[in-house]
């Protein structure tokens, strides 16, 4: 009673023919095949991006920071 019968996935697969079609289940099916080939193919490009590492970037805190007047801050200039 808790398994489901052979008898059981052919009345389901019945009612899904049925209802959509084979045309319609074959085109899905040709959809989601398609969907797998190019979500593969992203996954290659993002290893071959992922090979290219890019420069370290560093920051020189040794160097004093260069004091630029600001002149968007404090008062208006009349």
Do not use: C, N, Y
Request: glycine residues 10%.
């Amino acid at each position: 009673m808790g398994s489901l019968s052979i008898w059981h996935w052919i009345v389901v697969i019945g009612v899904v023919l049925l209802l959509f079609g084979r045309g319609k289940i074959s085109d899905l099916m040709g959809d989601v095949a398609q969907g797998i080939k190019s979500f593969k193919k992203g996954l290659q490009d993002d290893e071959k991006t992922a090979e290219k590492p890019e420069p370290v970037k560093s920051i020189d805190h040794t160097a004093p920071p260069a004091a630029a007047p600001r002149t968007d801050v404090g008062s208006k200039v009349v």
